[in-house]
Protein backbone atom coordinates (compact mmCIF):
# COMPACT_ATOMS: atom_id res chain seq x y z
CA UNK A 1 0.00 0.00 0.00
CA UNK A 2 1.48 3.24 -1.18
CA UNK A 3 1.69 6.89 1.04
CA UNK A 4 1.19 9.70 -0.70
CA UNK A 5 3.12 12.56 0.99
CA UNK A 6 1.86 16.13 1.10
CA UNK A 7 3.82 19.40 0.59
CA UNK A 8 3.88 21.63 3.69
CA UNK A 9 2.00 24.05 0.77
CA UNK A 10 -0.75 21.33 0.09
CA UNK A 11 -1.30 20.70 3.47
CA UNK A 12 -1.84 24.32 4.23
CA UNK A 13 -4.39 24.90 1.46
CA UNK A 14 -6.59 21.36 2.80
CA UNK A 15 -6.49 23.32 6.09
CA UNK A 16 -7.41 26.78 4.74
CA UNK A 17 -10.82 24.53 2.78
CA UNK A 18 -11.56 22.98 5.74
CA UNK A 19 -12.16 26.20 7.63
CA UNK A 20 -14.84 27.50 4.91
CA UNK A 21 -16.46 24.10 4.84
CA UNK A 22 -17.42 23.78 8.45
CA UNK A 23 -21.41 24.10 8.15
CA UNK A 24 -23.36 27.09 9.74
CA UNK A 25 -21.78 28.55 12.85
CA UNK A 26 -24.84 30.69 14.03
CA UNK A 27 -27.41 29.83 16.23
CA UNK A 28 -30.11 30.10 13.25
CA UNK A 29 -28.38 28.37 11.04
CA UNK A 30 -27.87 25.64 12.99
CA UNK A 31 -32.05 25.79 13.57
CA UNK A 32 -32.44 25.59 9.98
CA UNK A 33 -29.54 23.35 8.95
CA UNK A 34 -31.78 20.61 11.67
CA UNK A 35 -35.06 20.89 9.36
CA UNK A 36 -33.39 19.89 6.39
CA UNK A 37 -34.51 16.35 6.44
CA UNK A 38 -37.90 17.48 8.03
CA UNK A 39 -41.17 15.45 6.75
CA UNK A 40 -43.72 15.94 9.40
CA UNK A 41 -41.69 15.87 12.70
CA UNK A 42 -44.35 13.17 14.13
CA UNK A 43 -41.70 10.54 15.25
CA UNK A 44 -39.29 12.87 16.32
CA UNK A 45 -38.26 13.24 20.08
CA UNK A 46 -35.56 16.34 19.40
CA UNK A 47 -36.84 20.19 20.30
CA UNK A 48 -36.48 21.01 16.79
CA UNK A 49 -39.78 23.03 15.59
CA UNK A 50 -40.88 23.35 12.09
CA UNK A 51 -42.20 27.38 11.25
CA UNK A 52 -45.78 26.23 10.89
CA UNK A 53 -46.28 25.33 14.64
CA UNK A 54 -44.08 27.91 15.96
CA UNK A 55 -47.19 30.09 16.65
CA UNK A 56 -49.06 27.45 17.88
CA UNK A 57 -46.52 26.82 20.70
CA UNK A 58 -46.37 29.73 21.69
CA UNK A 59 -50.04 30.30 21.78
CA UNK A 60 -50.28 26.76 23.90
CA UNK A 61 -47.82 27.51 26.23
CA UNK A 62 -49.27 30.52 27.41
CA UNK A 63 -52.54 28.93 27.29
CA UNK A 64 -51.00 26.22 29.65
CA UNK A 65 -49.12 28.50 32.01
CA UNK A 66 -51.66 27.84 34.87
CA UNK A 67 -52.19 24.24 34.28
CA UNK A 68 -48.88 23.36 34.25
CA UNK A 69 -46.92 25.82 36.37
CA UNK A 70 -42.71 25.84 36.77
CA UNK A 71 -40.10 26.28 39.06
CA UNK A 72 -37.81 29.21 37.23
CA UNK A 73 -34.65 27.24 39.04
CA UNK A 74 -35.81 23.79 38.10
CA UNK A 75 -34.79 23.13 34.75
CA UNK A 76 -35.95 19.95 34.94
CA UNK A 77 -39.37 20.85 35.64
CA UNK A 78 -39.21 23.46 32.68
CA UNK A 79 -38.06 21.07 30.27
CA UNK A 80 -41.24 18.44 30.77
CA UNK A 81 -43.26 21.42 30.27
CA UNK A 82 -41.90 22.63 27.30
CA UNK A 83 -41.81 18.89 25.92
CA UNK A 84 -45.14 18.12 26.97
CA UNK A 85 -46.62 21.17 25.04
CA UNK A 86 -44.39 20.16 21.94
CA UNK A 87 -46.10 16.42 21.75
CA UNK A 88 -49.69 18.17 22.11
CA UNK A 89 -49.59 20.96 19.19
CA UNK A 90 -47.86 17.87 17.43
CA UNK A 91 -50.77 15.63 18.38
CA UNK A 92 -53.31 18.14 16.86
CA UNK A 93 -51.32 18.66 14.01
CA UNK A 94 -51.25 15.12 13.37
CA UNK A 95 -55.17 15.01 13.72
CA UNK A 96 -55.37 18.19 11.23
CA UNK A 97 -53.37 15.43 8.94
CA UNK A 98 -55.71 12.48 9.25
CA UNK A 99 -58.76 15.25 8.51
CA UNK A 100 -57.34 16.58 5.08
CA UNK A 101 -56.00 12.44 4.40
CA UNK A 102 -59.55 11.34 5.14
CA UNK A 103 -61.17 14.57 2.89
CA UNK A 104 -58.34 13.83 0.29
CA UNK A 105 -59.38 9.80 -0.38
CA UNK A 106 -63.30 10.79 -0.48
CA UNK A 107 -62.38 13.12 -3.18
CA UNK A 108 -60.20 10.43 -4.96
CA UNK A 109 -62.95 7.73 -4.26
CA UNK A 110 -65.28 10.19 -6.06
CA UNK A 111 -63.56 10.66 -9.15
CA UNK A 112 -60.73 8.39 -9.22
CA UNK A 113 -62.46 5.33 -7.82
CA UNK A 114 -61.95 3.12 -11.31
CA UNK A 115 -58.23 4.10 -11.98
CA UNK A 116 -57.14 3.66 -7.99
CA UNK A 117 -58.45 -0.05 -7.86
CA UNK A 118 -57.00 -1.18 -11.43
CA UNK A 119 -53.70 0.18 -9.98
CA UNK A 120 -54.73 -2.12 -7.35
CA UNK A 121 -54.95 -4.68 -8.67
CA UNK A 122 -52.11 -4.38 -11.17
CA UNK A 123 -50.05 -4.12 -7.54
CA UNK A 124 -51.56 -7.79 -6.66
CA UNK A 125 -50.78 -9.15 -9.93
CA UNK A 126 -47.75 -8.51 -9.45
CA UNK A 127 -46.49 -10.78 -6.71
CA UNK A 128 -49.00 -13.87 -8.36
CA UNK A 129 -45.83 -15.73 -9.26
CA UNK A 130 -45.01 -15.92 -5.21
CA UNK A 131 -48.08 -16.23 -3.56
CA UNK A 132 -50.70 -17.65 -6.22
CA UNK A 133 -53.02 -19.00 -3.83
CA UNK A 134 -53.33 -15.55 -2.00
CA UNK A 135 -53.25 -13.18 -4.79
CA UNK A 136 -56.28 -15.27 -6.64
CA UNK A 137 -58.57 -15.17 -3.75
CA UNK A 138 -57.66 -10.97 -3.11
CA UNK A 139 -58.40 -10.52 -6.98
CA UNK A 140 -61.54 -12.57 -6.89
CA UNK A 141 -63.15 -9.30 -4.49
CA UNK A 142 -63.63 -6.93 -6.01
CA UNK A 143 -64.35 -5.99 -10.16
CA UNK A 144 -60.80 -4.12 -10.90
CA UNK A 145 -59.54 -7.84 -9.82
CA UNK A 146 -62.14 -9.75 -11.64
CA UNK A 147 -61.12 -7.73 -14.76
CA UNK A 148 -57.16 -8.64 -14.07
CA UNK A 149 -57.90 -12.29 -13.99
CA UNK A 150 -60.50 -12.19 -16.97
CA UNK A 151 -57.88 -10.52 -19.38
CA UNK A 152 -54.70 -13.48 -18.32
CA UNK A 153 -57.28 -16.27 -19.33
CA UNK A 154 -58.39 -14.83 -22.07
CA UNK A 155 -54.80 -13.68 -23.02
CA UNK A 156 -54.12 -17.77 -22.89
CA UNK A 157 -56.96 -18.15 -24.91
CA UNK A 158 -55.89 -16.19 -28.01
CA UNK A 159 -52.47 -17.70 -27.36
CA UNK A 160 -54.54 -21.39 -28.37
CA UNK A 161 -56.10 -19.90 -31.46
CA UNK A 162 -52.64 -18.31 -32.75
CA UNK A 163 -50.18 -20.76 -31.53
CA UNK A 164 -52.25 -23.96 -30.73
CA UNK A 165 -50.19 -24.37 -28.08
CA UNK A 166 -48.88 -22.91 -24.76
CA UNK A 167 -45.02 -22.58 -23.83
CA UNK A 168 -43.82 -23.17 -20.62
CA UNK A 169 -44.08 -19.73 -18.94
CA UNK A 170 -48.00 -19.76 -20.06
CA UNK A 171 -48.46 -22.89 -18.51
CA UNK A 172 -47.14 -21.61 -15.18
CA UNK A 173 -49.67 -18.73 -15.24
CA UNK A 174 -52.39 -21.09 -16.14
CA UNK A 175 -50.85 -22.86 -12.99
CA UNK A 176 -50.83 -19.99 -11.23
CA UNK A 177 -54.27 -18.81 -11.82
CA UNK A 178 -55.46 -21.96 -11.18
CA UNK A 179 -54.18 -21.56 -7.69
CA UNK A 180 -52.11 -24.99 -7.90
CA UNK A 181 -49.65 -26.13 -5.30
CA UNK A 182 -46.42 -26.01 -5.64
CA UNK A 183 -46.16 -29.84 -4.44
CA UNK A 184 -48.25 -30.41 -7.54
CA UNK A 185 -46.66 -28.49 -9.76
CA UNK A 186 -44.61 -31.21 -11.50
CA UNK A 187 -47.25 -33.57 -12.51
CA UNK A 188 -50.03 -30.69 -13.51
CA UNK A 189 -47.08 -29.31 -15.53
CA UNK A 190 -46.98 -32.43 -17.64
CA UNK A 191 -50.33 -32.97 -17.78
CA UNK A 192 -51.05 -29.55 -19.16
CA UNK A 193 -48.39 -30.14 -22.20
CA UNK A 194 -49.91 -33.46 -23.21
CA UNK A 195 -53.36 -32.05 -22.84
CA UNK A 196 -54.72 -31.57 -26.37
CA UNK A 197 -55.81 -28.57 -28.19
CA UNK A 198 -59.79 -29.20 -27.39
CA UNK A 199 -59.31 -29.94 -23.50
CA UNK A 200 -57.41 -26.95 -23.08
CA UNK A 201 -60.36 -24.59 -24.89
CA UNK A 202 -62.19 -26.33 -22.33
CA UNK A 203 -60.18 -25.77 -19.53
CA UNK A 204 -60.03 -21.99 -20.11
CA UNK A 205 -63.30 -21.68 -20.84
CA UNK A 206 -64.75 -23.06 -17.70
CA UNK A 207 -62.16 -20.67 -16.03
CA UNK A 208 -63.70 -17.77 -17.84
CA UNK A 209 -67.12 -18.78 -17.15
CA UNK A 210 -66.36 -18.75 -13.34
CA UNK A 211 -65.19 -15.66 -13.18
CA UNK A 212 -68.06 -14.52 -15.22
CA UNK A 213 -70.80 -15.89 -12.80
CA UNK A 214 -69.39 -13.61 -10.09
CA UNK A 215 -69.01 -10.36 -11.59
CA UNK A 216 -72.11 -9.65 -10.94
CA UNK A 217 -72.49 -9.05 -7.48
CA UNK A 218 -68.97 -8.48 -6.74
CA UNK A 219 -69.76 -5.06 -8.88
CA UNK A 220 -72.70 -4.46 -6.45
CA UNK A 221 -70.05 -4.78 -3.47
CA UNK A 222 -67.93 -2.72 -5.53
CA UNK A 223 -70.58 0.14 -5.83
CA UNK A 224 -71.53 0.23 -2.23
CA UNK A 225 -67.91 0.77 -1.12
CA UNK A 226 -67.53 3.34 -3.27
CA UNK A 227 -70.33 4.99 -1.76
CA UNK A 228 -69.06 4.57 1.24
CA UNK A 229 -65.64 5.83 0.32
CA UNK A 230 -67.15 8.73 -0.70
CA UNK A 231 -68.83 10.27 2.56
CA UNK A 232 -65.24 9.21 4.20
CA UNK A 233 -66.61 5.53 5.41
CA UNK A 234 -64.19 3.27 3.57
CA UNK A 235 -64.02 -0.23 4.25
CA UNK A 236 -60.63 -0.40 4.34
CA UNK A 237 -58.21 1.99 5.88
CA UNK A 238 -55.15 3.27 3.32
CA UNK A 239 -51.79 2.71 4.08
CA UNK A 240 -50.86 6.49 4.60
CA UNK A 241 -54.15 7.21 7.05
CA UNK A 242 -53.09 4.11 9.19
CA UNK A 243 -49.68 5.44 9.82
CA UNK A 244 -50.72 8.80 10.45
CA UNK A 245 -52.93 6.69 13.38
CA UNK A 246 -49.84 5.49 14.53
CA UNK A 247 -48.09 8.45 14.28
CA UNK A 248 -50.98 9.84 16.85
CA UNK A 249 -50.93 7.03 19.10
CA UNK A 250 -47.23 7.35 19.15
CA UNK A 251 -47.53 11.04 20.11
CA UNK A 252 -50.23 10.28 22.86
CA UNK A 253 -48.17 7.93 25.03
CA UNK A 254 -45.04 10.18 24.67
CA UNK A 255 -47.55 13.50 25.76
CA UNK A 256 -48.89 11.04 29.03
CA UNK A 257 -45.44 9.84 30.09
CA UNK A 258 -44.23 13.28 30.12
CA UNK A 259 -47.07 14.42 31.77
CA UNK A 260 -46.78 11.32 34.81
CA UNK A 261 -42.67 12.66 35.16
CA UNK A 262 -44.10 16.40 35.17
CA UNK A 263 -46.68 15.06 38.10
CA UNK A 264 -43.99 13.27 39.67
CA UNK A 265 -41.50 16.01 39.79
CA UNK A 266 -43.64 18.33 41.46
CA UNK A 267 -42.40 19.10 45.10
CA UNK A 268 -45.59 17.55 47.46
CA UNK A 269 -48.10 20.24 49.27
CA UNK A 270 -47.08 21.03 52.75
CA UNK A 271 -47.78 19.26 55.74
CA UNK A 272 -49.72 20.34 58.16
CA UNK A 273 -48.54 20.05 61.88
CA UNK A 274 -50.16 17.26 64.05
CA UNK A 275 -52.85 20.55 65.96
CA UNK A 276 -53.66 21.70 62.53
CA UNK A 277 -55.03 18.53 61.66
CA UNK A 278 -56.23 17.13 64.69
CA UNK A 279 -58.59 20.47 64.33
CA UNK A 280 -59.47 19.94 60.47
CA UNK A 281 -60.67 16.21 61.75
CA UNK A 282 -62.56 17.39 64.21
CA UNK A 283 -64.32 20.51 62.21
CA UNK A 284 -65.31 17.72 59.41
CA UNK A 285 -66.66 15.55 62.44
CA UNK A 286 -68.78 18.15 63.26
CA UNK A 287 -69.98 19.35 60.19
CA UNK A 288 -71.00 15.84 59.25
CA UNK A 289 -72.89 15.26 62.78
CA UNK A 290 -74.70 18.53 62.06
CA UNK A 291 -75.54 17.58 58.75
CA UNK A 292 -76.58 14.05 59.55
CA UNK A 293 -78.28 15.06 63.32
CA UNK A 294 -82.26 13.61 63.07
CA UNK A 295 -84.44 16.99 63.76
CA UNK A 296 -85.61 17.62 67.58
CA UNK A 297 -88.54 16.64 68.57
CA UNK A 298 -91.48 19.55 70.45
CA UNK A 299 -91.59 19.31 74.12
CA UNK A 300 -94.52 17.91 75.93
CA UNK A 301 -97.10 20.18 77.33
CA UNK A 302 -96.55 20.17 80.63
CA UNK A 303 -99.83 18.19 82.60
CA UNK A 304 -101.59 18.74 85.82
CA UNK A 305 -100.53 17.21 88.65
CA UNK A 306 -102.77 14.30 90.35
CA UNK A 307 -105.78 15.75 92.53
CA UNK A 308 -109.78 15.37 93.48
CA UNK A 309 -111.67 14.94 90.06
CA UNK A 310 -113.49 18.35 88.99
CA UNK A 311 -116.67 19.15 90.07
CA UNK A 312 -119.16 18.93 86.76
CA UNK A 313 -120.97 22.33 86.03
CA UNK A 314 -124.61 22.08 86.96
CA UNK A 315 -126.65 23.35 83.89
CA UNK A 316 -129.36 25.65 84.44
CA UNK A 317 -133.24 24.63 83.45
CA UNK A 318 -135.15 26.17 80.63
CA UNK A 319 -138.17 27.63 81.69
CA UNK A 320 -139.17 29.44 78.27
CA UNK A 321 -140.70 26.97 75.56
CA UNK A 322 -138.39 29.41 73.15
CA UNK A 323 -135.29 28.16 74.59
CA UNK A 324 -136.36 24.70 74.72
CA UNK A 325 -136.93 24.64 70.93
CA UNK A 326 -134.00 26.00 70.16
CA UNK A 327 -131.04 25.28 72.23
CA UNK A 328 -127.76 26.48 72.89
CA UNK A 329 -124.85 23.79 72.00
CA UNK A 330 -122.77 22.89 75.13
CA UNK A 331 -119.88 24.46 75.84
CA UNK A 332 -118.06 22.23 78.10
CA UNK A 333 -114.63 21.30 78.88
CA UNK A 334 -114.38 17.99 79.00
CA UNK A 335 -112.76 15.65 76.49
CA UNK A 336 -114.28 15.05 72.81
CA UNK A 337 -116.07 11.21 73.71
CA UNK A 338 -117.68 13.21 77.17
CA UNK A 339 -118.88 16.04 74.80
CA UNK A 340 -120.51 13.85 72.14
CA UNK A 341 -122.13 11.99 74.84
CA UNK A 342 -123.68 14.85 76.65
CA UNK A 343 -124.81 16.28 73.29
CA UNK A 344 -126.56 13.37 72.10
CA UNK A 345 -128.56 13.16 75.28
CA UNK A 346 -129.78 17.11 75.09
CA UNK A 347 -130.89 16.15 71.88
CA UNK A 348 -132.95 12.93 73.01
CA UNK A 349 -134.41 15.41 75.16
CA UNK A 350 -135.22 17.82 73.06
CA UNK A 351 -137.29 15.72 70.71
CA UNK A 352 -139.12 14.06 73.82
CA UNK A 353 -139.79 17.89 75.00
CA UNK A 354 -141.32 18.32 71.43
CA UNK A 355 -143.62 15.27 71.32
CA UNK A 356 -145.25 16.67 74.82
Keep these: MSHTTLSAARLNANRRNALKSTGPITEAGKSRVRLNAWKHGFRSESDAVSPDEADALATRRAEWASAFPTNADDGYQSWLVAQLTLASVRIDRCQAHQNHQALYEADRAASAWDLDRAADAAKLGARLSRDPDRVVSSLCRFSAGLDWLLMRWQSLADCLETAGSWDDSQRRLCLDLMQIPDEFRSSDFTMLSRLPLDELRDLVREQIDGLESIRDSSSRLDLANRSLAEVGLPTSESSELARLRRYESSLWRRFRSLEASYKAARPPAPCLDDAERDADEIDDLL ?9 PEPEPEPTLPPGPRPERPTTRAVSS ?10 ISSDPPILQ ?3 ARRAQKSHRKARQT
Design 321 to 330: PEHRLSPSPI
Design 287 to 295: TFSRMTAPE
Design 340 to 342: NRK
